[in-house]
């Protein structure tokens, strides 16, 4: 008998739309993502893309439906309860980067295990420190430059930036990466190293990628 791969992410009677449209702007019947699957979501501006990728996250609420996220469904939980959810299973490459100016390259992407203990373990039990992982992580993406680790990321370039968020949503091996756009600001040949260090982490952890 052939096992079927547990599903992750579950969506059920999904609807959402913006204050003021006449109709949802998403409508998902059934929806189910396994672990350690990879789904590229693809549709013209303004479709909803980014919108359902903050319905999975917990970061918007449907107006109907089910988002079940790891057997628990996101709608149960309060505020705070979602957000320390968010911090142990997710990692989250935002359009705007979302990096705390007044950090460091190196402390804004420790920072999601400083919120989460198990994902602090999970970063430690692959380098000796929090910050060998992080420095394991930024050589990849050509930014564990002596001169840039400890820069605060506001002296940093678009590009540099948005590969510094990659680094912060890999550390720790989330069960989930959510990638928005997470290589609209790097050139091709940057591109390309991330998306080979995204899958080989997302390969080694089991993570399912969004």
């Given at each position: ?78 505020s705070a309860r979602r957000d320390h959810f968010r911090a142990d299973h997710y990692g989250i ?118």
């Amino acid at each position: 008998m052939t096992t079927l791969p547990e599903s992750i992410i579950k969506l059920d009677t999904l609807r959402f739309g913006w204050p003021g449209q006449p109709e949802p702007l998403l409508h998902i019947a059934d929806l189910e993502i396994a672990r350690g699957e990879r789904v590229f979501l693809r549709g013209a501006s303004g479709c909803g893309k980014s919108t359902l990728l903050g319905l999975v996250a917990g970061v918007l609420a449907p107006q109907s439906g089910v988002i079940e996220i790891l057997g628990q469904s996101l709608a149960a939980m309060n505020s705070a309860r979602r957000d320390h959810f968010r911090a142990d299973h997710y990692g989250i490459i935002f359009q705007q980067f979302n990096l705390i100016p007044y950090l460091s390259v190196i402390e804004n992407v420790t920072l999601p295990c400083r919120f989460s203990a198990d994902r602090r373990q999970k970063a430690i039990s692959r380098g000796s420190s929090l910050d060998d992982e992080a420095l394991r992580l930024l050589e990849h993406l050509d930014m564990a430059d002596a001169a840039i680790i400890n820069k605060p990321v506001t002296e940093l370039s678009v590009g540099q930036q948005q590969r510094v968020a990659a680094a912060r949503a890999l550390i720790g091996s989330p069960e989930i990466l959510i990638a928005d756009e997470p290589t609209s600001s790097m050139d091709a040949d940057r591109r390309q190293a991330f998306i080979e260090l995204m899958f080989r982490e997302c390969n080694e952890a089991g993570s399912t990628l969004l």
